[in-house]
Structure formats: structure tokens, C-alpha cells
């Protein structure tokens, strides 16, 4: 796998630049894309959003306001798409609105966006995940064939960026095994702002997810809540937009809440889990470590490569395994402290000034450079 490397932040900041960035509500891109925008303004770089997929809930779009200008466009996300000509004449509307808002680049935070895409600005092109990295670690057997469509999508607009973002070194190895050798990949970590540490630990267990999607492994969580000596809480949707639902009987299922009161149960919370069989990068981790809580992950090369030595890990298959882990810590207020103020420490490496700081690197030798020569 061929790695662009990205120095770190240049000193020499864009001067107003702008930046056409899609969105969609549904997953953590919106989150993803929030942070970005926020550590974005100190560098003199504005944020147009470009929503797809199903409209944001009325806080989102506020928050979206607050960082930037707020764009909704009638279009599906791929994955959520009945077909392929279903979002044949996205990339040619991104490129027109990029051009309408006076846009220095395009940063699109799915690959098939950019196929096919017609225009002379830079594109920045970010994998946050896809069906076909999804299938080869849930699945590992060939990918069905009515998804060839989105794999097809997914390779002509990798192929399309000047540059493609990974949010981890396990992920581009994903991207590398399921797409060939990507020669312009990158990565640069994801990031929050939130700094959550402070608040007296409470006994419960805390984790936040779309449960509906398999990935997430709520059902594992909810089995193991069965046998913990702390109560779990499990935040975030369990029916999916494509009629995808798990129920949960063990846990206490606290529903789809806004950002705010999930960042609020972390911070209460004194172990914070994350079971997820595929996760690209995993900001509920890093929420949780912010917090300076003590992380219970699965045992997964993405969480390894973030957390090594940060936290405990366990099978994430096993719900016994689970169990165990969150009754070690539960048990044992030393190993607690231990551990989240070795998670603490380790989250100061996913700020925002630190994504931004390399994405503003990027966007400058998009834009700068080619225009300097």
C-alpha cells in the first residue's frame, strides 16, 4: 500500500479559503465533519456543508449553522440507495455548487461522490467506510453481486481525488485490500473538541452506536449486560433506514439522544465500551477517553492500533468475555483510574487542532502550490 505522506501543520496559514464538504446526518460523518469545521476556522478556512440522505434533526442543522453554511441537497447516500443511477448526477451537482459558493476545493466524505466528477477544483476524498470494507471483515466471502454497483462507484472516485483520506492505518489497509493500491492515501486521524474529564465517575457502564447496523455488535453488549455488577446504558438508534432493527432486552436502551447528552453519559460514566467488529476509526472510543473513562474495546486492529496499552480488550465474539472485562474494572477502582488516565492522555492526540492542522497542510497543497507554480 502506497502512503502519502503529509507533513505535519505548515505554519503558513490558507488565507480564507472554502471548502464545499459533504455531510449526511445518519452516521458519524456528521460529527466527523462538525469537528473538522470547527478546527478549520483558525486556520481562515470557511465551510460550505452539503448535506445528502435524510435531514438532520433540528439541533444538527443548528450546530451546522453556528460552524458554517448549511446546504441540503435532495440526494441519497450511496449505501442507502436503491441503484446506481440513483446518484449518477450527484458529483455533477457538487461540482455546480462548489462553483456557485465560490468553493477552493471539494472535500467528500464519500468516495462515490467524486466518480465521473467534472471540475477543476482540487478533491479531497475521505473513506469514513463503505459496504465493500463492511463485508470483507464482517463477511469475508466475495461481495454480493448487487453491490458490485457501489464498489465500481467507490473505486472511480478514489481514483478520481488528488488525494484519499483514511481516518486510520487499519482502515487504508482495508481500502488497499479491497481496492488495489491506492497511490495518492493519507491518513489522518479523526478528532472532538469536547474535553470531559473532571465529573465524579458514577457505576454504570456506558456505549454509544447505531445499534441497528451489525457492525456495531449491540447484541453482544446486550447479551453480556446480563452478567455485569454495573448497570449498562446503551445510547443511540436501533432501527436502521433500511428497516434494519436489533432489540435490546439487558441493557437500558436510553434511545437516539443528541450529541450533547451522549457526551454528558460519558462523562458520568466510569467504563465507557465500544464492542465493534468494524470500526474505522471509532469516535465513541475517543469520547469515552476524553471523558478519562476506562475503555473496554474490541479486540479489533483499528482499536489496537489507537489504544494499545490504553485499555482492556477482549473478543469481541465472546459476550462472557465481555462480561469479565467490564467486572475486572468494575471490582477494581485502581485498575479504573489506572486505565482512564491512560486513556485520557492518549486522546490528546485526536484534537482538532491536530486533524485540521494536517487537512489545512492538504488543502494548501492542493491550492497553493499548483497555483504558485
Excluded at 442543522?61 to 449518477?88: C, N, T
Excluded at 488525494?163 to 492515501?185: D, T, W
Excluded at 467504563?271 to 469516535?283: A, D, K, N, Q, T
Amino acid at each position: 500500500m502506497n502512503m502519502l505522506r503529509v507533513p505535519a501543520r505548515n505554519s503558513a496559514p490558507l488565507d480564507h479559503r472554502r471548502v464545499l464538504m459533504t455531510v449526511d446526518a445518519v452516521g458519524g460523518v456528521w460529527r466527523y465533519a462538525m469537528e473538522l469545521a470547527r478546527g478549520l476556522l483558525p486556520n481562515n478556512i470557511g465551510v460550505v456543508f452539503a448535506g445528502l440522505g435524510p435531514q438532520p434533526a433540528k439541533e444538527q442543522a443548528e450546530e451546522a449553522r453556528r460552524l458554517g453554511k448549511l446546504v441540503w441537497l435532495d440526494e441519497p447516500l450511496d449505501w442507502i440507495a436503491p441503484d446506481e443511477a440513483a446518484i449518477s448526477g450527484l458529483p455533477e451537482k457538487l461540482a455546480r455548487l462548489a462553483q456557485e459558493e465560490g468553493a477552493d476545493i471539494l472535500h467528500l466524505n464519500l468516495p462515490s461522490q467524486a466518480a465521473g466528477m467534472k471540475t477543476d477544483l482540487p478533491v479531497v476524498v475521505v473513506s469514513h467506510s463503505c459496504v465493500v470494507t463492511w463485508w470483507h471483515t464482517m463477511r469475508k466471502e466475495p461481495l454480493p453481486k448487487e453491490w458490485a454497483w457501489m464498489k465500481r462507484q467507490n473505486a472511480e472516485g478514489m481514483a478520481r481525488a488528488d488525494v484519499l483520506v483514511s481516518p486510520s492505518g487499519s482502515h487504508a489497509q482495508a481500502i488497499g485490500e479491497c481496492y488495489g493500491e491506492q497511490r495518492n492515501l493519507t491518513v489522518v486521524h479523526n478528532s472532538i473538541s469536547a474535553f470531559l474529564h473532571g465529573m465524579e465517575k458514577e457505576p454504570f457502564v456506558f456505549a454509544a452506536g447505531r445499534w441497528w447496523d451489525e457492525g456495531k455488535n449491540g447484541h453482544v453488549l446486550d447479551e453480556a449486560a446480563a452478567r455485569t455488577l454495573w448497570p449498562v446504558a446503551m445510547a443511540g438508534s436501533t432501527r436502521g433506514p433500511n428497516g434494519q432493527e436489533i432489540a435490546l432486552s439487558n441493557a437500558r436502551h436510553l434511545g437516539e439522544i443528541p450529541h450533547r447528552k451522549v457526551l454528558a453519559e460519558a462523562r458520568r460514566a466510569g467504563i465507557v465500551v465500544s464492542p465493534s467488529l468494524y470500526e474505522p476509526f471509532g469516535l465513541a472510543a475517543l469520547e469515552g477517553a476524553r471523558a478519562g473513562a476506562a475503555l473496554v474495546l474490541a479486540d479489533i486492529p483499528t482499536y489496537r492500533e489507537l489504544w494499545s496499552e490504553a485499555a482492556i480488550f477482549f473478543d469481541p465474539r465472546d459476550p462472557d468475555a465481555l462480561a469479565q472485562a467490564i467486572n475486572r474494572l468494575a471490582s477494581d477502582s485502581g485498575l479504573r483510574v489506572e486505565l482512564g488516565a491512560k486513556a485520557l492522555a492518549r486522546s490528546r492526540r485526536f484534537t482538532p487542532d491536530v486533524q485540521a492542522g494536517r487537512m489545512a497542510e492538504l488543502y494548501r497543497q492542493l491550492v497553493d502550490e499548483p497555483m504558485a507554480a
